[in-house]
Every structure is written in C-alpha cells, then in structure tokens.
C-alpha cells in the first residue's frame, strides 16, 4: 500500500539549485529505496518514458551491509531492502484510489509499519482554518510518523510519556518523519520553504528532537495559483501572500501559526487512531491506551467539555 498527496515539488539539479516549483505529478510516500520503483512506475503511467534522470545506487557485499546496516540501524546482518516489493500495480491503484474527502489515518498506507514515542503510529492529518480577516485559508498537514523516544512524548505540553511506562516495544528505533503541507493561501516558493520549516517546529512541540540520523522530510505546497502548460502567454500573473507590509506581515504569521499546531495535532492522530501491530518475528507495536491518557490530559486541564 502506499500513501499519496498530489502537490508541488521544487526539482534540484547536481549543485542543488531550484530549477522547478510547480505541480507536475504526485507525491508518493514509501520507503526510500522503494521510491525508485514508485518513480519508474509514475512515469511510466504519465507517459514520461525517453526523459533522463540519474540515480545513484551502491553496491556492496554482505560484510559492508551488515556493517552499515548496524550503524544505522542495529540490525546485525545484511536485509532484503532491494526487494523492492513495491509493484507498478500498487502505484497505480494508489493514485487511482486518491479521492477527496476524510483521510485515513493510523495503520494505513505506508504507515502500516510505523512506530512513534515507542507506541504504533502510521498516518495522521489534521487541518486549522484562518480567521475570515486572515482570508480564512486552509493549512492542512499529513504526517508520516517514525520517529521518537517514549520519555519525549507530548499532548499539548503534558508530559504524557514520562506516565507511559509499559506497552514498550523490544527494541528501540529510531526512524524519520515524512510531513506534507497543503494550503491555499497563495504562496510562492520561498515562502513555502518557511512553511516547511515550520512542520519541524509542530513535531518538536510532541516531543521530537530529530535526534541524530533521523531523516525528517517537509514538504509543502500551495493550490492558489496554477499555471497551463500549454498557455500562449510566456508571462502570467501570479496572486502572493506580501512578505512585508507596515507593521507586522500578519498573515504569514498565522500562516506559520497553523501550519505548527496542525502538524502537532497530525501526529497525535496518528498515535490515537493507530491499532496494536503485531510484525515479523512477533514484534509488537502497542497502541495508544486512551483509557490511561485521557485522564492525564483531564486533570492537566488540557479537555474542554462539550
């Protein structure tokens, strides 16, 4: 299975410059080396063959791997990473699947496998809407959590991990955070870049401190201006959020405002709607008990009655 968010993507050629900020094909979010696969199949499927891009892979015997993979990730032999299970197939029903509406969160996608604070986490997506003097856009953010160390984990300040002292996995791992956020506010590219740094900040606030080898990914992309392909015009106006104006540039503040506690509450989500995963060799992930975090978050004053 694998998760998908169409949205605009900033191409990089070998010394890293931008060459590209618009949307030409989707996102799809799966396990790096799996990527490759994915990236075959999606340009297959949008008749994109004949163009050339590079990939760089290594290739290395037992002896290295096992060696890099315990660096890395404190596995103790060589693993089958270039399986690559992922077939065109699983693309293409993905992207066909894509529909509007309420996301699935928790043990989905590509988040069937992952763990967050030592607990099961997956996919989790959360949205916070302006107010109407603010142009009441929409900042929406989709994270794919594997990351974080039980004792860090925070709901809304509460240090609710330091209370979670069981239902811990049998070895700890630490892993990377993959994070998308949509908006309509019309943004330019520069300006997105901040957006995406701002993603960092809402994982900080439950508890992240993209410890060292984590790989945390932020995307972010706007749908208020799209351009044609194929227009006559070789200039086109653009609509832009002003980067400053007298006093305070107060939009992009609420923007940024947004996208942190969307991108928070996103996660938390994920670690709610997440169910006990029982993996390979009889790893277990254990679920988020709402039944012992609830009443933490009561008596910390965090629940509002309904």
Not at 23 to 34: F, K, N, R, T, W
Not at 68 to 83: A, I, K, W, Y
Not at 179 to 207: E, I, K, S, W, Y
């Amino acid at each position: 299975m694998t998760a998908v968010m169409g949205c605009a993507i900033t191409f990089h050629d070998r010394i890293g410059r931008d060459r590209l900020a618009a949307a030409v094909e989707p996102v799809i979010v799966e396990d790096a080396l799996a990527l490759l696969e994915a990236a075959v199949a999606d340009t297959t499927r949008l008749g994109l063959n004949g163009q050339v891009c590079e990939v760089e892979v290594s290739l290395v015997a037992d002896a290295e791997m096992t060696r890099l993979n315990f660096d890395h990730m404190g596995e103790r032999g060589p693993t089958d990473v270039l399986s690559f299970p992922l077939a065109d197939e699983d693309v293409a029903a993905a992207l066909d699947g894509a529909v509007d509406g309420d996301v699935s969160e928790g043990c989905v996608g590509a988040g069937t496998g992952m763990q967050c604070f030592d607990l099961k986490g997956g996919i989790g997506t959360a949205s916070r809407v302006l107010p109407a003097e603010d142009g009441a856009y929409t900042v929406g953010a989709l994270v794919l959590t594997n990351f974080g160390s039980r004792p860090d984990l925070r709901i809304d300040g509460v240090r609710v991990g330091e209370q979670l002292t069981d239902l811990m996995p049998i070895d700890h791992h630490e892993g990377s955070c993959v994070v998308v956020v949509a908006t309509d506010a019309p943004l330019l590219p520069h300006q997105l870049r901040r957006v995406a740094q701002r993603a960092g900040m809402g994982l900080a606030r439950t508890g992240s401190t993209a410890s060292n080898g984590s790989g945390e990914q932020m995307l972010a992309f706007s749908t208020a201006n799209r351009i044609s392909i194929k227009t006559a015009d070789p200039v086109v106006d653009l609509r832009a959020v002003a980067d400053a104006r007298a006093g305070e540039p107060r939009l992009l503040g609420e923007l940024f405002a947004a996208t942190i506690e969307a991108t928070e509450e996103a996660v938390v989500n994920a670690l709610f709607a997440a169910e006990t995963t029982v993996g390979r060799d009889g790893n277990t992930l254990y679920s988020m008990p709402p039944e012992r975090v609830l009443p933490m978050m009561q008596r910390a004053g965090r629940l509002v009655p309904r």
